[in-house]
C-alpha cells in the first residue's frame, strides 16, 4: 500500500534552534518527493520538489533531503523563526509525476516559541 | 494576481441541503483539483481536471460532482450533504503535470449538521 509517514506529528523548539523533520514512504514507483508548509486556516504553499536524482534543494533557510534508497527525506529548518509554526507535510508523487497521484502524508505541527 | 480563490470561506449546512464551492484562479492554469483534508488525515484528492470541460474522479468522488465550464473555474457540488462530509476543502491549480507545484487557496470549512 502507498504510503507517506510523517514524524515527529508535533514538535516545538525555541526561536533561533534547527531542527528536522522526516518523511518516510512506500510510494512506488517513485516520481518526486514535494515538502509543503500550511499555516493555520490557510491553504499549503510549495517549498521543495525533488525527483529520484536529486538529494538536496533549499529554500532559504529550508533545506529538504532525499534518499531514495531507503525511501526517507528530511526537512531542515535553520535558524528557525516565529513565522515558522505551521504544520509541514510530505507529498510523494508515483506513477510518472501524475499530480493526481499525490500521496500526502499527515504532516508535521511546528510550533516555534520566543 | 490572486492565485487561488474559493468562496466561500466558511458555510454551515443541514443534512440534505445542496450547495456549490467555487474555485477560480487567475494563472491559466491547466489543471484543477478538489481535495478535502480531515483531522489526522492527509488531503485526499476528491475530483480533477486536465482541462476545460473535463473532469475525472479522484480517490474519495462519493457524494461531490464537479463542473469545469470555463478554464479558470472549477466548481464542486454537494447534492445532498450528510455529516460525513464536514471537511475543509481546498482548491489547486497547476500548470502542467510533473514537477510543477500545486498552487491551493485557503480552504472553504463547511460544517453539516
Known amino acids: 500500500k502507498n504510503q507517506v509517514e510523517q514524524s515527529p506529528q508535533s514538535l516545538i523548539i525555541l526561536e533561533g534552534k534547527n531542527c528536522t523533520l522526516q518523511?518516510?514512504?512506500?510510494?512506488?514507483?517513485?516520481?518526486?518527493l514535494r515538502w509543503y508548509k500550511q499555516d493555520t486556516e490557510r491553504g499549503p504553499v510549495s517549498l521543495t520538489i525533488?525527483?529520484?536524482?536529486?538529494n538536496t534543494k533549499s529554500n532559504g533557510r529550508y533545506t529538504a533531503t532525499l534518499d531514495a534508497d531507503t525511501k526517507q527525506s528530511s526537512l531542515h529548518i535553520t535558524a528557525s523563526q516565529l513565522s515558522d509554526s505551521a504544520s509541514y507535510i510530505c507529498?510523494?508523487?508515483?506513477?510518472?509525476?501524475?499530480?493526481?497521484?499525490?500521496?500526502f502524508g499527515t504532516g508535521t505541527l511546528l510550533a516555534v516559541q520566543p | 494576481n490572486a492565485g487561488v480563490t474559493q468562496t466561500p470561506k466558511f458555510r454551515v449546512l443541514k443534512t440534505g441541503q445542496s450547495m456549490t464551492l467555487l474555485c477560480a484562479q487567475d494563472?491559466?492554469?491547466?489543471?484543477m483539483y478538489w481535495y478535502r483534508q480531515d483531522p489526522g488525515m492527509g488531503l485526499r484528492l476528491i475530483h480533477y481536471?486536465?482541462?476545460?470541460?473535463?473532469?475525472a474522479k479522484g480517490e474519495v468522488p462519493d457524494g461531490y460532482n464537479v463542473s469545469r465550464l470555463k478554464k479558470q473555474n472549477f466548481l464542486l457540488g454537494l447534492e445532498s450533504a450528510a455529516p460525513s462530509q464536514t471537511s475543509v476543502y481546498f482548491c489547486?491549480?497547476?500548470?502542467?503535470?510533473?514537477?510543477?507545484?500545486?498552487?491551493f487557496g485557503d480552504g472553504t470549512r463547511l460544517s453539516i449538521l
Open positions: 489547486a491549480s497547476t500548470l502542467q503535470q510533473g514537477l510543477q507545484p500545486q498552487h
Open positions: 518523511c518516510n514512504y512506500t510510494v512506488s514507483p517513485f516520481s518526486n
Open positions: 525533488m525527483t529520484f536524482s536529486e
Open positions: 507529498v510523494v508523487s508515483g506513477f510518472g509525476g501524475a499530480t493526481n497521484k499525490l500521496i
Open positions: 494563472m491559466n492554469h491547466e489543471y
Open positions: 481536471s486536465v482541462g476545460e470541460g473535463t473532469t
